[in-house]
């Protein structure tokens, strides 16, 4: 059950990102790549993500070629068309042109659309020419034309940036993806997690209101979540978490599966 409600917390929500187009070498896959923390008091608990100290960030674009590993069929140029267009990239962006703006018009990647951004990863999940780029360039770096079986990709060095944040969550029947056993009805939730934000507004302790008010076995860890890079997290609650001060609590926010507040802790 508690796994179920976190896998929720971490994915449920039908905007989510769509992962790069190379997505079995390339694209991070936060949710089994970070590693445990201590276990929960809770008996039926799986370990929540703690601090990573092994993941690495990064943005890139992507020139694909005809013979690329899952090129889209609309790429027809060749590898030395591709290999130049990936230098004109890099010259652009030696240029101190914004990485975003460059990656939009000219990555093949579905991370194009984003900025080129693919997030955090860990040990493993890159294919390796591209691990060995990142892992070399320092923060901020930008690196020399790297070459793997997707293309050419010319890649910048993020920083990881992490929260550690908390949940109190209301579920309610006929949700597009409802919590198992939410039976109240939608207006009986909203009036719930009202009622729970007017006494955490009231100077009410967060982790006596979340066992008082939150559904599901989080409940019994104050809605702990653990630590997260971005994107990690459903996009409704990875906006919230990140914009917050530590300590405060976010105003109610909906998702598919349910209402929530969310708290971030560190």
């Known amino acids: 059950m508690r796994a179920l409600l976190l896998a929720l917390a971490l994915g449920c929500d039908e905007e989510a990102a769509s992962p790069p187009a190379p997505e079995p070498a390339t694209a991070p ?22 601090r990573s100290t092994s993941r690495l960030a990064a943005s890139h674009v992507l020139v694909a070629f005809a013979e690329s590993l899952q090129a889209d069929p609309s790429v027809t140029r060749t590898r030395d068309e591709a290999r130049t267009r990936a230098a004109e990239a890099r010259a652009r962006l030696l240029a101190n042109e914004d990485f975003a703006v460059v990656a939009r018009e000219m990555s093949d990647d579905a991370s194009g659309k984003r900025g080129g951004s693919l997030g955090a990863f860990g040990p493993g999940k890159m294919v390796e020419p591209f691990e060995k780029a990142v892992a ?13 079986p997707f293309g050419f990709h010319v890649i910048r060095r993020d920083e990881v940036v992490e929260v550690h944040c ?17 039976s109240r009805s939608k207006e009986d939730a909203r009036k719930r997690i009202d009622a729970a934000k007017a006494e955490l507004d009231g100077g009410g302790d967060w982790k006596v209101v979340v066992r008082k008010y939150t559904d599901g076995p989080l409940k ?28 405060a609590t976010s105003e109610v926010v909906e998702s598919p599966a349910a209402f929530h507040l969310v708290r971030r802790l560190e």
Not at 29 to 50: C, F, G, I, Y
Not at 166 to 182: I, N, S
Request: net charge negative; hydrophobic share 40%.
């Open 29 to 50: 896959t936060p949710a089994a790549e970070t590693a445990p923390a201590p276990a929960s008091t809770h008996p039926d608990a799986p370990r929540v993500p703690s």
């Open 220 to 247: 019994d860890d104050g809605g702990d979540l653990g630590w997260f890079a971005r994107r990690q997290l459903m996009p409704t609650l990875d906006e919230v978490a990140f914009d917050l001060d530590i300590g």
């Open 136 to 148: 070399a360039l320092p923060v901020g770096g930008l690196s020399e034309v790297v070459e793997t």
């Open 166 to 182: 908390a949940q109190l969550m209301v579920g309610f029947a006929g949700a597009e993806k409802p919590l198992p056993g939410a």
